[in-house]
């Protein structure tokens, strides 16, 4: 069997609770030694904070397929181990504010200085620059500052909160991967590693396209719920049923729409696919008395068969046991915990789980020893509680 696509990189991952954790877990999930590098303390937050609904905590769902270390990194001793690790690592991943780091004495140009070929990922709500670096912010923070949460919800309304987390996982997860693998790619050819600076903020505006289009073409975004994609086009939108659940159409491809209003037995709105303005909110209103005449499981009938681009707007227990997610083996056990498998599938890389989410420094003798620290070595750092 082939190796896993990033066995024989090695991540020391600084980072806490959400975005960072789960960017380590995808390199991890891909063959990546990831060392958690945790404090003495309390550790990461989120093995207590994460416990919203019961007693699973979200960090069990981000942090399998890791090695924990505990470390103090306010000792000297502390620094000079984590220094020791990072001469071997490929990759340090970070999430404290601009400049936490460096006062430690383990920021980039410390690191680079014993070991060139090192790709640093800082993740922060604004980035290493601006009036606004310093600041603290949480994703609704980011949402605000990039326009997008300006653009979420109803017209006439109030700007909606997601029950995602848009700025941490789009900003601080997938971003950073992409930022970091580059600069590893050009590492293994170079030898020479290079700094990356993420910010959350900063990756929900560069994807807000459509509302920055309009500011081009218009000198302004269009008021929340009245652009084409979020309310002003009927052929894209979310339609209740007679008992309270809803529908997603989105049939706005010629083909789609007259198959979909063949589907809802009305085909003379067959001409309107691409209304707007006051008839598009016509043509709305009479898709909304279409919809209310039936149920959920009516129209769920109604379009299993019809190739229209309409779904049904599952429930979050419907998902997990959707047939189409189920066939992709979407939802995986890892040690009892029901966890969300990755999102890729590469050929000749069957996911695995290697790991349960580590116990806080549950690794950390062994991780040491592999950097060459002796018995004794290890046992003058308990003694000291620098692990």
Not at 232 to 244: F, H, R
Not at 319 to 345: C, D, F, H, W
Request: hydrophobic residues 40%; negative net charge; charged residues 20%.
């Amino acid at each position: 069997m082939r190796p896993p696509p990033l066995a024989g990189i090695r991540v020391l991952d600084l980072t806490r609770l959400l975005p960072g954790p789960l960017a380590s877990m995808h390199l991890a999930d891909l063959g990546a030694d990831v060392i958690k590098v945790e404090d003495t303390g309390a550790g990461d937050y989120a093995r207590t904070a994460g416990a919203l609904h019961g007693a699973v905590s979200y960090f069990h769902l981000v942090n399998r397929n890791k090695r924990s270390i505990a470390l103090d990194l306010k000792q000297a001793a502390g620094v000079d181990a984590f220094k020791r690790l990072a001469t071997t690592a490929d990759v340090i991943l970070e999430g404290f504010r601009p400049g936490v780091v460096d006062k430690l004495g383990i920021g980039y140009q410390v690191i680079a200085a014993i070991n060139p070929r090192i790709v640093y990922c800082a993740i922060t709500g604004y980035g290493q620059n601006g009036p606004y670096r310093d600041r603290a912010g949480h994703d609704l923070n980011y949402l605000g500052y990039s326009g997008l949460l300006d653009q979420i919800g109803n017209a006439g309304g109030a700007p909606a909160v997601p029950n995602f987390q848009i700025g941490d996982l789009l900003g601080g997860s997938l971003s950073a991967l992409v930022g970091l693998l580059a600069a590893v790619i050009d590492a293994r050819g170079s030898g020479r590693g290079r700094y990356v600076d993420v910010s959350m903020t900063d990756a929900v505006f560069a994807h807000t396209l459509f509302p920055f289009q309009a500011v081009q073409g218009l000198g302004e975004a269009l008021p929340r719920g009245e652009d084409l994609l979020s309310g002003g086009m009927p052929s894209y939108g979310v339609y209740a049923t007679n008992d309270g659940r809803h529908f997603a159409v989105s049939a706005m491809e010629p083909k789609f729409w007259q198959t979909f209003c063949d589907a809802i037995e009305r085909p003379d709105l067959k001409p309107f696919a691409f209304a707007t303005g006051g008839e598009g909110q016509r043509i709305r209103r009479e898709l909304e008395a279409a919809f209310a005449k039936r149920n959920f499981a009516e129209w769920t009938a109604v379009f299993e068969h019809a190739d229209c681009c309409v779904s049904p707007v599952l429930r979050m227990e419907e998902s997990t046991t959707n047939a189409q997610l189920v066939a992709r083996e979407m939802v995986v056990e890892v040690a009892g915990i029901k966890q969300l498998a990755p999102p890729y599938k590469i050929s000749e890389h069957p996911f695995e789980a290697r790991l349960p989410a580590p116990e806080q420094g549950q690794h950390s003798a062994e991780i040491l020893r592999e950097a060459g620290f002796s018995d004794q070595e290890i046992s003058r750092l308990r003694e000291q509680n620098t692990i």
